[in-house]
């Protein structure tokens, strides 16, 4: 099977793999007051530290979670008491649910967030918490943090960042950009899956209100005991290299290739992560293009599935003003290990399924034309 | 050969799939999500999907093939259910079935098969597919009590072709468990579905008002010299040839009075005795899975799902395709009269206003 859905979750990293493997051999609880518990402690203790060291924040204002959408919601719960809550218009559901009465921002054809509106918008609701995700999951948009949260600062309000796409993939001090806290998730970046954080700058780290209260865990912060070989193998993942202009090329060689069949691409005019390519095919439906794929062994993704695996039209690409394309763009993102190989395997199964699907000839290239 | 099985969740779908894995073809089982299942029964928060998705996932993983959950949601709620509605809004008397395999089953899926480049499309209905001299023949299923050969009549020859209803040759359902038994199919001892799949509480009225609410508004019941008989709560509770739910005493001859007409203009409901039926059925969007007669046809006719064939001889003409009946019948609008050849399906159409 080729692998390009690494939006959805990364291929593990094998230092996060060893380094979760060796988590687990830990027996303990943190909390617990005997040596076995302070090994344990130290573990969680390590990774907060490391997590600190790479988010340019401090140890004390990191709190662990079950993943980016538990820290998006903790973010919600413990920033936006008594603000409203503004969320742009391509957030995540993870963001959306957590906020359903917040008002939403909107987002320019580029993916872009509109920022003349946030701007009036933060002059409407003064005080606001303002939630936007780093990077778009489904078309790699990457939205401009600085200049949000100089508005948001302008204007008495907070900013929320969703990094969970962006965290291990590019290197950029949120916290140091202005916002207010910062979600990650561990399996976006090659972790396992079952661990996230919410990062706190200094300034906000100390009033938090849990979700879950629990036993007390994480300073009172989130209850629960933590899952240590999660979160240390997340520590382990988000700090490793990641070969941002190797992935880019590759990413960009798809796109030419998609393109030249009469592939649209979604969010090309804006800044996007390397790894993601959001392609529509018009008059193709998503799902055809998407079982196609599968069946020549390669797994892309398409809209946001629900837990039935149903493929709905993209509320990202509906708010970016894409119609029906909306229903006819799929995902490719590239994972960290992403070879020519896969590349090529893409190319050749997107081209007989877009043939067929469009009634042209279904004749696959010879491998001659596929050698650039 | 590459086949896409449309899968329900139900234990007739699954057992295809069952039986197109062992033939040794490649085997795509899609499901269409039809509506939102949370909604339909009313639950907030409930997922989507109903436990027939989570079936048919299970049993296509038990059988180890692929299988995927497509959206047909916009499309069911605008061509299905929307029409449903407009139907009875009109006084008639919709099949939803029909429509769904009109234009869900034999219609996007099966476009969706052809673009994913497989060889057919098979299903889980209870009729046959004879290859004939002149191409495909579509016939009633073996089991006579299962056959659904009524609620195929719009399938075109060409989407005719591409199909397959491996059912149609199976004596029984209890035939059909049975193997299901033997695969291993967690569904094999499922109840049958519903008459129509939308509607969970059994009450179509609900949803026809949520559609068309002035289908529900209460009118008169009037005879036929339009003199006043009663009220009723929505013309969308009757179908002509319906005797109940009217609350009115017999004729001076004993007989019960039936529904002979509904004017969705004046929101009357016309009664009269059954005896004064009509010979003369017009039709209309015809299909044809047979020549076209040149002069009048004579075959056995079915106008409801449930019920004996009547002698009938079909003309097809400029004006359009009517039928004759031997004894005359109340034929309710918007329902199918389907020809039959013996077993054979000759084509139908639905009956005009």
Known sequence: ?372 | MKIVVAMSGGVDSSVVAGLMHEAGHEVIGVTLQLYDHGAAVGRKGACCAGQDIHDAKRVADKLGIAHYVVDAEARFRASVMSEFADSYASGQTPVPCIACNQHLKFGDLLQMARDLGADALATGHYVRRIEGAAGAELHQALDASRDQSWFLFATTQEQLEFCRFPLGDYASKAQVRDVAERMGLAVAAKPDSQDICFVPSGSYADIVGKFRPDALEAGEIVDEDGGFMGTHQGIARYTVGQAKRLGLPADAQGEALVVRKIDPGTRRIVVGPRTAASRVVKLRDVNWLAAIPSSGLRAQVKLRAREIPQAAVITADGAGVALLLDAPALAAPGQAAVFYDGSRILGGGFIAA
């Open chain 1, 1 to 372: 099977m080729i692998y390009l859905d690494a939006n959805a979750s990364e291929p593990l990293r094998p230092e996060a793999r060893a380094t979760a493997l060796a988590a687990m051999e830990v027996t303990g609880n943190p909390s617990s007051v005997h040596q076995a518990g302070r090994a344990a402690r130290r573990v969680l203790e390590s990774a907060r530290e490391s997590l600190a060291a790479q988010f340019a924040a401090r140890a004390q204002d990191i709190v662990f979670t079950s993943g980016a959408t538990e820290a998006n919601a903790l973010a919600v719960h413990a920033l936006g008491r008594g603000r409203s809550v503004l969320v742009g218009a391509t957030e995540h559901d993870a963001v959306r649910a957590a906020a359903p009465k917040a008002a939403v921002i909107p987002v320019l054809p580029s993916g872009l967030v509109d920022l003349l509106m946030l701007d009036q918008m933060l002059a409407a609701y003064p005080n606001a918490l303002v939630c936007l995700m780093v990077a778009n999951n489904e078309t790699g948009v990457r939205h401009d943090i600085a200049a949000a949260a100089w508005a948001c600062a302008a204007h008495g309000a907070i900013l929320h960042v969703d990094a969970a796409q962006a965290a291990g993939r590019c290197r950029e001090d949120w916290l140091k950009l202005g916002a207010s806290s910062v979600a990650l998730s561990g399996h976006k970046a090659g972790g396992p899956p079952g661990a996230g954080a919410l990062v706190f700058s200094s300034a906000h780290g100390e009033h938090v209100a849990p979700l879950l209260k629990g036993g007390g865990q994480e300073r009172g912060w989130r209850g629960g005991t933590p899952a240590l070989a999660a979160i240390a193998g997340m520590a382990a993942a988000l700090d490793q290299p990641y070969e941002a202009v190797k992935i880019a090329e590759y990413r960009d060689e798809l796109e030419a290739f998609c393109v030249g069949i009469g592939g649209q691409v979604m969010g090309a005019d804006a800044a996007r992560m390397p790894n993601t390519l959001c392609v529509a095919l018009p008059g193709v439906r998503a799902d055809t293009q998407l079982i196609a794929l599968d069946m020549a062994g390669v797994a892309v993704s398409a809209g946001s599935a629900c837990s039935s695996g149903k493929v709905a039209a993209s509320h990202v690409l509906l708010a970016m003003g894409m119609g029906d394309l909306a229903g006819q763009a799929i995902r490719v993102s590239l994972p960290w290990n992403v070879t020519q190989a896969d590349c090529t395997a893409f190319k050749q199964a997107y081209e007989m399924m877009a043939r067929r699907a469009l009634h042209r000839n279904p004749v696959p290239l010879t491998q001659a034309q596929f050698a650039n």
